[in-house]
């Protein structure tokens, strides 16, 4: 399809749409990125705020992405997340055909902390289990997770491979241990250096927080969560 000047429908909207045909035709891949506002000028003939306005459509459309000081990129595919029950990530991967990673940062006995003392009923002197751990989908980093279990029920957990597992799945079914509800509180918090770094995001990057407190099947706060999450690559369902 080509620009049409003399046709009644703007240039943008016409240039919207094929970059859009672009797109879902499969010349751009997820993650690339696109010529510049200069390059697209030239290449069509047309005013950077032609190109501006047909590139701002298709970002509203969550088909592009823009990264400060990177250029545009094409959106890459999202993961659906349900808020109602409990999935774990491995889960939510599985149902959205895509591969589930995981890699370790630590898996420690710290000192507890006082949201521990207050959402899992523990003591001063208790001690927790703090996993923390970077998940992928198809190999792309999306999300932080740092879990506090109790040491007390959960000190095995250090014992666990947990890389490119589900724990929810060795919880399960090494240790018959299962949930019956979560409650969860939804945020926006700007990613840390270490989380950028982690997420492959800019510094202060918006992020989806999400904490999380689980209970088991005695209806017993079990474990307390906070997920940091790339929201290009998220989309919750509630």
Do not use: W
Request: glycine letters at 2%.
């Amino acid at each position: 399809m080509r620009l049409e000047s003399d046709s009644a429908e703007p240039l943008y909207i016409q240039l919207a749409y094929i970059i859009r045909e672009d797109i879902q035709n499969g010349k751009y891949s997820a993650e690339q990125r696109i010529p510049t506002e200069k390059e697209l000028s030239e290449i069509y003939s047309v005013s950077r705020i032609t190109i501006r306005s047909a590139l701002d459509i298709l970002v509203k459309e969550n088909l592009l992405m823009r990264r400060r000081g990177k250029g545009t990129f094409i959106a890459s595919k999202k993961l659906y997340k349900s808020m109602s029950g409990i999935y774990s990530f491995t889960d939510i991967c599985n149902i959205n055909g895509m591969k589930p990673g995981a890699k370790t940062i630590k898996c420690v006995i710290e000192d507890i902390e006082p949201e521990d003392i207050t959402e899992l009923n523990l003591t001063p002197e208790d001690k927790v289990i703090a996993v923390e751990r970077i998940r992928y989908a198809d190999d792309v980093p999306v999300s932080i997770e740092i879990s506090r279990y109790p040491a007390s029920t959960y000190q095995f957990l250090l014992n666990e491979d947990l890389n490119n597992t589900s724990l929810f799945a060795v919880l399960r079914d090494k240790h018959d241990i299962r949930f019956s509800h979560a409650t969860k509180v939804i945020e926006v918090k700007r990613a840390s250096y270490q989380m950028a770094t982690y997420l492959g995001v800019p510094r202060d990057y918006p992020l989806l927080y999400i904490s999380s407190l689980t209970y088991d099947m005695a209806n017993m706060p079990s474990h307390r969560t906070q997920q940091y999450i790339n929201s290009d690559r998220f989309k919750l369902i509630i």
